[in-house]
T-cell receptor, first 113, second 112 residues
């Protein structure tokens, strides 16, 4: 158990819908990262938050947004969902914003039908 | 931008040694990580190198050459449970931001 909690574990939804994925980082970790992993694709970096503020942005679509709350949990919002958005979405946390190992949650498997 | 290359697949025999290579190109290099990921599961941390040289941790060792943009992960005394994907990731910083970018991973199959 990495100490990073993601909910829900599985999500099935229709195209055009909106979903919210939730992540609780390890106790004491200030940084949260979101990654998307599709079949045959590596982990694609989406966005990083550090202590409530956006720190870095990767290949995140405009239909996607995220935030980190004062209690440091984070949410990833995916809207106007398309079939191609079906993937595993991982959240990871680390103590600080650089140079330390990131611990991953078990992921949310999103299926868009 | 950043670029990470690693072989797509490798096969090795139980009890043997295997070396998984990773080459990268980046600016603002801040360290290189190796993660293990079993199918459908979360990646788990294996090693971190920020200085040149070899880091040994039990059956796993990782090497880094910053001048060559090259790293390898060495797995000794292979066990069947080592069948997994091995992800090379580089940490880099610049313009006040820090990112951790992963390669596509090397799928290792350990055979009896």
């Amino acid at each position: 158990d990495s100490g990073v909690t993601q909910t829900p574990k599985h999500l099935i939804t229709a195209t055009g819908q909106r979903v919210t994925l939730r992540c609780s980082p390890r106790s004491g970790d200030l940084s949260v990262y979101w990654y998307q992993q599709s079949l045959d694709q590596g982990l694609q970096f989406l966005i990083q938050y550090y202590n409530g503020e956006e720190r870095a942005k990767g290949n995140i679509l405009e239909r996607f947004s995220a935030q980190q709350f004062p209690d440091l949990h984070s949410e990833l919002n995916l809207s106007s969902l398309e079939l191609g958005d079906s993937a595993l979405y991982f959240c990871a946390s680390s103590v600080d914003g650089g140079g330390t190992e990131a611990f991953f949650g078990q992921g949310t498997r999103l299926t868009v039908v | 931008g950043q670029n990470i290359d690693q072989p797509t697949e490798m096969t090795a025999t139980e009890g043997a040694i295997v070396q998984i290579n990773c080459t990268y190109q980046t600016s603002g290099f801040n360290g290189l990580f190796w993660y293990q990921q079993h199918a459908g599961e979360a990646p788990t941390f294996l090693s971190y190198n920020v200085l040149d040289g070899l880091e040994e941790k039990g059956r796993f060792s990782s090497f880094l050459s910053r001048s060559k943009g090259y790293s390898y992960l060495l797995l000794k005394e292979l066990q069947m449970k080592d069948s997994a994907s091995y992800l090379c990731a580089i940490a880099y910083s610049g313009a006040g931001s820090y990112q951790l970018t992963f390669g596509k991973g090397t799928k290792l199959s350990v055979i009896p």
